[in-house]
Every structure is written in structure tokens, then in C-alpha cells.
């Protein structure tokens, strides 16, 4: 079992739809939760991070986290053509070594 | 603004042959993660820097690959012999910290490896 599942979509919706991304964990050490968006040929970019349970939210972008069950979300609200991309989940106990999910792709059908 | 940077951006090989990435961090950067990205999965690590020192390297092979960074800037990643199965994306990070919290990572746009 893969300590991160994501499942990798793909994922179509229209412009202005609400988008729902999840995650699953295994390990209950995972403190730091993460998003990383990465648009085709290059690299992920930190979207947001959370630490241990809650919500954060940064404009159109909610991240959750759920220690109980071990999930975690991200919602985009008003989704917009410029969002298509591949969403990676990563988690991280707070020490050297990020985990990531194998990402979702998104298409936001203009 | 400050950006990692890694060449070649594409190479295409031979299997049995090596084959070398170079990645200069964001500068003052002490952190350096090397990253090898299948299609359709996400980044694993290979390799991470602290200054000059590994800090980690529990899932590079050691067979084939090596990794340096010999004055704790900027880092080779090489592959001797080059296999099939080392057709990936190599991306390279750096981050300002590393230890306890969170520091974020930065990545460059990665090396696109082909292995015919």
C-alpha cells in the first residue's frame, strides 16, 4: 500500500464549476499537508500547505485536512480554463522527507 | 525572481550509456532534492543535500546512479549505464531549511530522460 493515494483522473469539468480533489494517507505521523500544482513540462509549485487538522483557504483554493480519517482536499471554486493542470497531494512528518500522491489531472473545459 | 535551474531540459540516450543533469539551486539554498517523476506518478525522491552532505539517499541505485555536490551549490545527478526503465522527468528542488517544519520547496522545470 502506497503511503499516499490520489486517484489520477482525469478529471473534467466546466469553467466556473466547483472542483473536489482528494487524498488518502497511511501514516498518522504526517503532519504537514500539501498541494502542489504542476502544469505540463514543468515543475510542481507549492499551492498551499496546512498543518495537522483543519482548513486554510487562499482565494478560490480550500485546503482540508481530516487526521481522523486521514484525508485530505482541495477544493477550486469558479474553476477557470488557467487551472488545467496535474494537482499533487504531499505529506511530510515535519522532517526531511516529502511524500507524494500521484496526482490528479485536471481539465477545465472553457 | 530566484528560479532552480537544471540542463539539459531534454536527452535522449542510448541504453547502456551515461548520461549527466546539473541543477543550480536558488542561491542560499542549503537544502537540494533530486527527484525522478514517472509519467503519471508523482515526484520520488532520490537524493537530498544538506550543504554539501547526503542526507538521504535510500532510494537512489546506488548500481547506476551517483550524485554530488562538491562545494553545496549546485549538484550532478549521473546514471551509469543508462536502462529502459530510467525514462523519467528529473526534477531537481531546493528549499531554504530542512529538519523540523515545514520549508517549501522550490523545483526547477526538470530533465525530460529518454533511454532508447
Known amino acids: 500500500q502506497k503511503e499516499v493515494e490520489q486517484d489520477p483522473g482525469p478529471l473534467s469539468v466546466p469553467e466556473g464549476a466547483i472542483v473536489s480533489l482528494n487524498c488518502t494517507y497511511s501514516?498518522?505521523?504526517?503532519?504537514?499537508f500539501m498541494w502542489y500544482r504542476q502544469y505540463s513540462r514543468k515543475g510542481p509549485e507549492l499551492l498551499m500547505y496546512?498543518?495537522?487538522?483543519g482548513n486554510k483557504e487562499d482565494g478560490r483554493f480550500t485546503a482540508q485536512v481530516d487526521k481522523s480519517s486521514k484525508y485530505i482536499s482541495l477544493f477550486i471554486r469558479d474553476s477557470q480554463p488557467s487551472d488545467s493542470a496535474t494537482y499533487l497531494c504531499?505529506?511530510?512528518?515535519?522532517?526531511?522527507?516529502?511524500?507524494f500522491g500521484a496526482g490528479t489531472r485536471l481539465f477545465v473545459k472553457a | 525572481e530566484a528560479e532552480v535551474a537544471q540542463s539539459p531540459r531534454y536527452k535522449i540516450t542510448e541504453k547502456s550509456q551515461a548520461v549527466a543533469f546539473w541543477c543550480d539551486p536558488i542561491?542560499?539554498?542549503?537544502?537540494l532534492y533530486w527527484y525522478r517523476q514517472i509519467l503519471g506518478q508523482g515526484p520520488e525522491l532520490l537524493v537530498q543535500?544538506?550543504?554539501?552532505?547526503?542526507?538521504?539517499d535510500s532510494q537512489l541505485p546506488k548500481d547506476r546512479f551517483s550524485a554530488e555536490r562538491l562545494k553545496g551549490v549546485d549538484s550532478t545527478l549521473k546514471i551509469q549505464p543508462a536502462e529502459l526503465g530510467d525514462s523519467a522527468m528529473y526534477l531537481c528542488?531546493?528549499?531554504?531549511?530542512?529538519?523540523?517544519?515545514?520549508?517549501?520547496?522550490?523545483f526547477g522545470p526538470g530533465t525530460r530522460l529518454t533511454v532508447t
Open positions: 543535500f544538506q550543504d554539501e552532505s547526503v542526507v538521504d
Open positions: 504531499a505529506t511530510n512528518t515535519g522532517g526531511f522527507k516529502t511524500i
Open positions: 501514516n498518522s505521523a504526517f503532519q504537514y
Open positions: 542561491s542560499g539554498h542549503a537544502t
Open positions: 528542488a531546493s528549499s531554504s531549511t530542512s529538519g523540523t517544519g515545514l520549508s517549501e520547496q522550490y
Open positions: 496546512t498543518y495537522s487538522s
